[in-house]
Structure formats: structure tokens, C-alpha cells
């Protein structure tokens, strides 16, 4: 079964929809991307913290909501851990919002979508 794209030309509103869909998922993107940049950026300066503190030393690590008593010999290889995983998540998310908004580019110039912005520059000319 053909796609839907494929067996009509699309409709002026249909086309403007997919350009605002994609949008808004480069926006969601986006604020994913701020939020895990902010928890890595955490996690690397407890981890510059804990790094000079004698490996015996009490550390307090939040669990869930709970805070735990570990040392710091127990917690610093976790937090390593997670701000590796977070170094991961954030260059996957980068690939993906590139991708995305490559694939919104090359919409809006397939269909010549002009943004309210760009048409009252050309209005000024």
C-alpha cells in the first residue's frame, strides 16, 4: 500500500502542519538537549569534587529521593559512570536535532515556506 504522500500532491495546510510538527519536535529536542547538558555539567563538578577527597571519606548520594551515607570510593566511579552515559545521551540528542533540522531545511526550501520573520524582511527591501 502506497503512502499517502505519494498519492496525492499535499495540500497548502498539510504541508505548513508538517513544517509546524517538525518544529516543534526540534523544539522538544532542544530542551531535552538544555536539561541533560545541565545534569552532565552536575555531575562532572561533583565528580572534579570528590576527585581530590580521601577515598574513605563520607559522601551523601540522593537515590530516588533518598539520601544515602556511602563513601566517596562508592560514589565517584557511579558518577563517572552517569556523566559518561549523559556524554552519550547529549551527542546522540545533538545527532538528532542536526538531523532534524537538516530534514525541516530541506522541507521549508522544498515548498518554499517563508516564516512571518523572513516575509516582513522582504516587505522592508
Request: charged share 30%; hydrophobic share 35%.
Amino acid at each position: 500500500m502506497a503512502s499517502p504522500a505519494t498519492d496525492a500532491p499535499l495540500s497548502q495546510q498539510e504541508i505548513l502542519n508538517t513544517y509546524r510538527q517538525m518544529q516543534s519536535e526540534m523544539q522538544s529536542l532542544i530542551q531535552q538537549l538544555t536539561k541533560f547538558e545541565m545534569e552532565r555539567n552536575e555531575h562532572a563538578l561533583v565528580e572534579e569534587t570528590l576527585e581530590p577527597l580521601d577515598p574513605d571519606r563520607r559522601a551523601f548520594r540522593l537515590v530516588g529521593g533518598v539520601l544515602v551515607e556511602r563513601t566517596v570510593r562508592e560514589v565517584l566511579p557511579t558518577v563517572k559512570e552517569h556523566r559518561t552515559n549523559l556524554d552519550a545521551l547529549v551527542q546522540n540528542l545533538k545527532e538528532n536535532l542536526d538531523s532534524k533540522q537538516k530534514e525541516a531545511a530541506a522541507w521549508k526550501a522544498k515548498y518554499n515556506i517563508k516564516t512571518q520573520e523572513e516575509v516582513d524582511a522582504a516587505n522592508r527591501k
